[in-house]
């Protein structure tokens, strides 16, 4: 199995861009979670998704972010307009099962930086 | 909401157990303890869980005292590839699936 893949890998844009970040999860996992990690806040879980349907969206910062997931290999989490204090490291993982505490595999990641 | 609180470093050699401690003072009933390894430029990956007691796998062991106010990863015997950050993770338990990562601890073993 390849695991669960991000892309971009590496993301530079500048403020009051659009960013959209992508995340296959691995097959049969029904479980998605996005995560920011930064040297401030640490890893924070941004929103988690249960068979296709955010479950639990209360991390997410504010309305510039949104996340959808359209069907079960598919994720994405756009931030509109994009600023600089956004610049983090983003993680997606997927699980098997329902519950959030089930072991969650992790991307590499995708490095944001807003300029 | 559970808040986590690990040391921010710890320093080791190689083949001396290592035990890294997280305080949970509000755990909720249903939430979990587990712990992940995370080596730079890579997404943390998943050591070990436990919801009380002990818990052994083949690379740790999970201490969980009766109160389930703290948690102790414990590494035996470990490597220079055993250099990573240590975060645990409390929450996943009832309705709200809440997840709180801890602020992490770097562990470096030296020669």
């Known amino acids: 199995d390849a695991g669960v893949i991000q892309s971009p890998r590496h993301e530079v844009t500048e403020m009051g861009q659009e960013v959209t970040l992508r995340c296959k999860p691995i097959?049969?996992?029904?479980?998605l979670f996005w995560y920011r990690q930064t040297m401030m806040r640490g890893l924070e879980l941004l929103i988690y998704f249960n068979n296709n349907v955010p479950i639990d969206d209360s991390g997410m910062p504010e309305d510039r972010f949104s996340a959808k997931m359209p069907n079960a290999s598919f994720s994405t989490l756009k931030i509109q307009p994009s600023e600089p204090r956004d610049s983090a490291v983003y993680f997606c993982a997927s699980s098997l099962g329902r519950g959030s505490y089930n072991e969650q595999f992790f991307g590499p990641g995708t490095r944001l930086t807003v300029l | 909401l559970a808040k986590t609180t690990q040391p921010i470093s710890m320093d080791s050699y190689e083949g001396q157990e290592v035990n890294i401690t997280c305080s949970h003072n509000?755990?909720?009933?249903?939430?979990?303890i587990t712990w992940y390894q995370q080596f730079p430029s890579q997404g943390p990956r998943f050591i070990i869980q436990?919801?009380?007691t002990k818990v052994t796998n083949e690379v740790a062991s999970l201490f969980i005292p009766a109160d389930r106010k703290s948690s102790t990863l414990s590494l035996p015997r470990v490597s220079l590839s055993d250099t990573a950050v240590y975060y645990c993770?409390?929450?996943?338990?009832?309705?709200?699936?809440?997840?709180?990562f801890g602020t992490g601890t770097l562990l470096a073993v030296q020669p």
């Open positions: 436990g919801y009380k």
């Open positions: 509000n755990i909720a009933t249903n939430d979990y």
């Open positions: 097959s049969g996992h029904n479980s």
């Open positions: 993770l409390v929450g996943g338990g009832g309705a709200t699936n809440k997840l709180i």
